[in-house]
């Protein structure tokens, strides 16, 4: 491993959505900077999506700061999203750095120090955008240990292919849970469990309204959409929802060895479970930091570490900035990120 010291004074963890916009705006403000990407192409978290996945919105709603991503039929599913955000990364110029792993960011005095697999760099503020596809998150559950079929997240899932005719109980009242459940009806024998009944969002209520509404409660002004329901009805879910083939179940107690178990007694075989259960940060590599904490999750002023500016956090979410996670809202935290490390 060789030590390099790094001159542009800004370093960027990630190179998917969140980490191009904030290279977008440190570009715009003339900063030299780095961007340093664990993966081997562009695309970000879109690379290792499932075959059906599709946007909330058209492209013209699902857009990176500077250059609107090109029309597309209907709603872009992964592979228009990944060639955006290539010719994004393409049309910038921006110093993407492939293939390098950052371990741990280190504040010993003035600055961080960044110890990756290629090398030690130095850096003035630091943009963590390494998002949370790389951190899925399964529940603790009695009995998992004891099943004797296949357990997998909705991140290893492609497609319904391999699960024609086979028993799937799919867990997850979201939007991943409602959109894996609709790719595997007609092709194999779904259960769709979850905690709470399932709440679809009116039919025209797309990608397009939940960033207004975000947008708004970022302004303090409005009490966001969350009463109208939790799932976006996309065409697919549509689709299946009015078949009446997304029949929801409550969740069971437990595992068996063949399959899983309800409290009331009731039992069914199973051949693979889905748990489509949400993601966590990856944010492992500012460990050595020792950051304050609040709930598991280092305390932030918006998109920046709480009492350290220089530290930014893009593209995680409502934790660090409401739609932070979606394209179209991404870049309002990302600029505001570098506004503030810049002061």
């Known amino acids: 491993m060789t030590t390099r010291t790094l001159a ?29 990407d664990d993966q081997d192409r562009p695309g970000g978290a879109w690379r290792h999506t499932w075959d059906s996945l599709r946007l909330f919105s058209p492209a013209t709603f699902s857009s990176l700061p500077g250059w609107q991503m090109p029309p597309t039929g209907g709603y872009p599913d992964a592979e228009h999203v990944v060639d955006y955000l290539t010719q994004y990364e393409q049309r910038y110029t ?39 596809w790389s951190r899925p998150f399964i529940p603790t559950h009695p009995g998992a240990a004891t099943f004797s079929g296949e357990q997998l997240h909705s991140a290893q899932y492609r497609s319904w292919e391999p699960y024609t005719g086979r028993r799937v109980v799919v867990v997850g009242g979201g939007n991943s849970g409602a959109q894996i459940a609709a790719d595997l009806s007609g092709q194999a ?20 309204e939940l960033f207004r509404v975000a947008s708004l409660r970022a302004r303090g002004l409005g009490e966001g959409i969350g009463g109208l329901g939790d799932i976006v009805a996309v065409p697919p879910v549509r689709t299946a929802r009015d078949a009446g083939l997304l029949h929801r179940v409550p969740m069971f107690e437990r595992f068996t060895a063949e399959g899983v178990a309800w409290s009331d007694g009731t039992t069914r075989p199973v051949d693979a479970v889905i748990w489509c259960t949400g993601f966590r940060p990856q944010l492992s590599h500012l ?3 020792g950051l304050h904490r609040d709930d598991g999750l280092p305390s932030t002023d918006g998109p920046v570490a709480a009492n350290r500016p220089t530290l930014g956090f893009v593209g995680y979410g409502d934790w660090c900035g409401l ?21």
């Open 287 to 289: 460990t050595p930091l």
């Open 189 to 208: 024998e779904v259960t769709w469990c979850t905690t709470e009944p399932p709440r679809f969002l009116p039919d025209e209520v797309d990608g397009r």
């Open 323 to 343: 739609a932070s996670a979606t394209l179209i809202g991404v870049g309002q935290w990302a600029r505001q990120a570098v506004q503030r490390a810049l002061r």
């Open 8 to 36: 542009s004074q800004a370093l960027v963890v990630g190179g998917g959505q969140a980490g191009l916009a904030t290279a977008y705006y440190l570009r715009r403000a003339g900063v030299e900077y780095v961007v340093l």
């Open 94 to 132: 921006m110093p993407v750095r492939r293939g390098v792993k950052v371990i741990a960011v280190e504040a010993p005095g003035a600055g961080y120090r960044v110890t990756t697999s290629e090398g030690t760099w130095h850096a003035d503020a630091v943009f963590n955008a390494t998002g949370t």
